[in-house]
Nanobody, 126 residues
Framework: QLQLVESGGGLVQPGGSLRLSCAASGFTLQPYAIGWFRQAPGKEREGVSCISSGGYTNYADSVKGRFTISRDNAKNTVYLQMNSLKPEDTAVYYC????????????????????WGQGTQVTVSS
């Protein structure tokens, strides 16, 4: 059974950091682009970042310079390092896999992704 499991969310003060993890089971992440999306209450799910199989990365303008996506193929895991967090980063964060293998780049429309995790809550508040 293909599964993505997010972890690492929590409550953090503004200016703080968190590292989210997305672990896969039932399949190998290495050939596929992985994305991180988030959804705040009452808002649409939006793309945050993605990474292609070859390491190409893409970021939403709102997180550029603060968030870093990376992958560890040996651990079958993708990470999202989030620094300088702001209250507006508060949301449920989801990881997702696009099952189009070995694409040179990654993009962030939701329609490009096939499997989704259950999400992890990130709350930025003092």
């Amino acid at each position: 059974q293909l599964q993505l499991v997010e972890s690492g969310g929590g409550l953090v003060q503004p200016g703080g950091s968190l590292r989210l993890s997305c672990a896969a089971s039932g399949f190998t992440l290495q050939p596929y682009a992985i994305g991180w999306f988030r959804q705040a209450p009452g808002k649409e799910r939006e793309g945050v970042s993605c990474i292609s199989s070859g390491g190409y990365t893409n970021y939403a303008d709102s997180v550029k310079g603060r968030f870093t996506i990376s992958r560890d193929n040996a651990k079958n895991t993708v990470y999202l390092q989030m620094n300088s967090l702001k209250p507006e980063d508060t949301a449920v964060y989801y990881c997702t896999a696009s099952l189009r293998a070995f694409q040179a780049v990654c993009v962030m429309p939701k329609s490009e992704y096939d499997y989704w995790g259950q999400g992890t809550q990130v709350t930025v508040s003092s």
